[in-house]
T-cell receptor, first 114, second 119 residues
Framework: AQKVTQAQTEISVVEKEDVTLDCVYE???????LFWYKQPPSGELVFLIR??????QNEISGRYSWNFQKSTSSFNFTITASQVVDSAVYFC???????????FGSGTKLNVKP | GAVVSQHPSRVICKSGTSVKIECRSL??????MFWYRQFPKKSLMLMAT?????????EQGVEKDKFLINHASLTLSTLTVTSAHPEDSSFYIC???????????????FGPGTRLTVL
């Protein structure tokens, strides 16, 4: 069965600190997709990244970077030099190959203090 | 990019009334739309999968008579919460899956959500 675990319920950092949000997943599929979404207080899900199971290259986008390791079934998200605007709940999600179902983790609330 | 809208964004209603929430794909056709529910400080839980022109498929534990879903066109799905009660208060999010085209994956795109408060 598919499952996504975000063990960190809430993290607090001071601005400019680096922070890593953990995501561990379970699936029996060989083809799947992993996502990260940001949910600010307004509630709207903001898409951050999509990764397919065959692409293990790490990705960097500005202050954001993602580390995908199939060997440990992890897809961790790092924010470098965090800013107050990064404060939000971040969800990791797993999707089947046909995007039929999304399995969301429980979310990690990130508090970035000035 | 693909845009999904929801209307209304917020609704407050009295207990016992019915509330309809619309989900529209604005710039693409969606043969499949999904409805999620999110309780405060909780994750998103899939409620049902809605296919255009056919009955919705509900997840285990979701009352189909309470949450009526209609997917009348390739760009519109509606969720009606019937005889709403305070425990139905939640954040409802829809998503729409792009119809598969050559070279284009059928990815899901999420709407901005509707916050329902039942008094």
């Amino acid at each position: 069965a598919q499952k996504v675990t975000q063990a960190q319920t809430e993290i607090s950092v001071v601005e400019k600190e680096d922070v890593t949000l953990d995501c561990v997943y379970e699936t029996r599929d060989t083809t799947y997709y992993l996502f990260w979404y940001k949910q600010p207080p307004s509630g709207e899900l903001v898409f951050l990244i999509r990764r397919n199971s065959f692409d293990e290259q790490n990705e960097i986008s500005g202050r954001y970077s993602w580390n995908f390791q199939k060997s440990t079934s992890s897809f961790n998200f790092t924010i470098t030099a965090s800013q107050v605007v990064d404060s939000a709940v971040y969800f990791c999600a797993l999707s089947e190959n046909n995007f039929n179902k999304f399995y969301f983790g429980s979310g990690t609330k990130l508090n970035v203090k000035p | 990019g693909a845009v999904v809208s929801q209307h209304p964004s917020r609704v407050i209603c009295k207990s016992g009334t019915s509330v309809k929430i619309e989900c529209r794909s604005l710039d693409f056709q969606a043969t499949t739309m999904f409805w999620y529910r999110q309780f405060p400080k909780k994750s998103l839980m899939l409620m049902a999968t809605s296919n255009e022109g056919s009955k919705a498929t509900y997840e285990q534990g979701v009352e189909k008579d309470k949450f009526l879903i209609n997917h009348a066109s390739l760009t519109l799905s509606t969720l009606t919460v019937t005889s709403a009660h305070p425990e139905d208060s939640s954040f409802y999010i829809c998503s729409a899956r792009v119809a598969r085209l050559a070279g284009v994956l059928g990815e899901q795109f999420f709407g901005p959500g509707t916050r329902l408060t039942v008094l």
